[in-house]
């Protein structure tokens, strides 16, 4: 697999130097090469198929014998040891869940997929890695699990002070070992500024070996694309064959992976980018003027991103044409106060509890419903994250419903290991510096 620059296309590097290096030098995104169109048997045989199947061949196709198909397959039963199942909430609209994985959030995917891989790739005696990343809300927690303990590996991870949820937390600073949080005085964007300024910083990248874990990382974004194809196969065993996602987006990796799946071969219909008030992609849908502004904090806080690092990727996917693009997107943004009705709405009527970002899926679905009349497609919006992880948010006659998972239970009680920062490059580079 050879992969370019989205400021380079004569930029060739291998996949290992993608993974490992997360950002070209001319501050780029890494894109494949080609990607390649999946067998129409494939696809048409889904249904067939395991979740740990789908996502091997898929993987396989794409990283075109990068790894070879034992290490491959033992890195992704390893990863992909969760269920995403399809669950029907309505007629013509479903919920793909995507929370079932060790940090109850869909970053589990990308997470364990890049941490496995990274050590794959990791050769006795090579300088320790230094993973930076930065967090809006879950990235932090799947990253700090898919990482805690891996050998020869340091993890720190931003996060925006105040501007994450308790539990949220707990998962980015209560690990220790070779997991170190700092929270910053700023918002996600700051966060992530940080993080690109030090790959690009001489001295940091002298003395250490930097690696991203956002889903900048080609890495992350490769592994998102396998709940897709696995939604379609459930889907089929319904006897359903046109699908139309919904995807909460905020740094717009999540919907990036799903259109990397239909270049793939995926019969994806439309795409519908679900947003908070942070609506720089809905704003550019609608002007065709690409604005990026100040994000703000929302209770959908992993979609507060006002600057959204993977849209270069899906303009790159439509090689700047956005006329084409805009077919098979549509965007909707939503306040926290329909947000809030939403989650109270879901539940009253069908028993069911979203979070947040959840809830903003849902209700594009159900506007993208009012707004055209097509009875022929099956509309699922992806559930990214499991509601015990926003406890403030919810009504008491709601919240005393959640039933919380064990491993958010263990969290309770433990230390908060972190340091504060402000948003000051110098500052964070000092950290670095001083170990």
Not at 144 to 159: M, N, Q, S
Not at 402 to 427: C, H, N, T
């Amino acid at each position: 697999m050879q992969l370019y620059s989205t400021n380079n296309k004569d930029l060739r590097v291998s996949f290992k130097e993608a993974v490992f290096n997360s950002l070209p030098a001319d501050r780029g995104l890494y894109m494949p090469e080609t990607i390649p169109v999946l067998d129409p048997g494939f696809i048409r045989d889904l249904h067939l198929y395991s979740l740990p199947e789908i996502a091997f061949t898929v993987a396989k196709n794409i990283l075109n014998d990068d790894i070879p198909d034992s290490d491959l397959k033992r890195i992704i039963d390893d990863a992909m040891n969760f269920e995403a199942p399809v669950v029907k909430l309505d007629e013509n609209i479903q919920v793909l869940e995507l929370f079932h994985g060790p940090s109850l959030a869909f970053k589990d995917f990308g997470a364990r997929f890049m941490s496995r891989v990274m050590s794959y790739f990791l050769e006795a005696g090579e300088k320790e890695l230094n993973v930076l990343v930065a967090t809006s809300g879950d990235t932090g927690g799947a990253v700090a699990l898919g990482f805690l303990g891996v050998p020869d590996t340091r993890v720190t991870i931003l996060y925006p002070k105040g501007k994450v949820s308790p539990i949220q937390e707990l998962q980015l600073t209560t690990n220790g070992q070779n997991i170190r949080a700092i929270e910053i005085e700023g918002t996600f964007d700051d966060c992530q500024a940080l993080v690109k300024l030090a790959f690009n910083d001489p001295e940091l990248k002298a003395k250490f070996r930097l690696t991203s874990a956002n889903s900048i990382n080609i890495s992350r974004l490769i592994p998102q694309t396998f709940y897709y194809f696995n939604a379609y196969a459930q889907l089929q065993r319904q006897g359903k064959h046109e699908v139309i996602f919904s995807v909460p987006s905020g740094n717009f990796g999540n919907i990036g992976a799903g259109f990397l799946a239909w270049k793939m071969g995926l019969p994806v219909k439309q795409f519908i980018a679900a947003t908070n008030i942070n609506d720089t992609v809905p704003a550019f849908l609608k002007s065709g003027v690409y604005q990026p502004k100040p994000s703000v904090q929302t209770y959908s806080n992993a979609m507060d991103v006002g600057n959204p690092s993977n849209w270069v990727r899906i303009m790159d996917l439509f090689e700047g044409d956005s006329s084409e693009l805009k077919q098979l997107l549509t965007a909707y943004t939503f306040t926290d106060e329909e947000t809030l009705k939403a989650i109270e709405e879901v539940y009253h009527e069908q028993a069911y509890i979203m979070c947040p970002h959840t809830a903003i899926a849902w209700l594009a679905s159900r506007q993208w419903l009012r707004d055209h009349n097509d009875e022929t497609a099956e509309l699922v919006f992806l559930s990214t994250a499991h509601p015990c992880k926003f406890p403030d948010i919810f009504p008491e006659a709601i919240a005393s419903k959640i039933v919380v998972p064990s491993q958010v239970q263990e969290l309770e009680g433990r230390e908060k290991l972190a340091v504060s920062l402000g948003k000051d490059f110098e500052g964070f580079k000092g950290y670095l510096l001083r170990g």
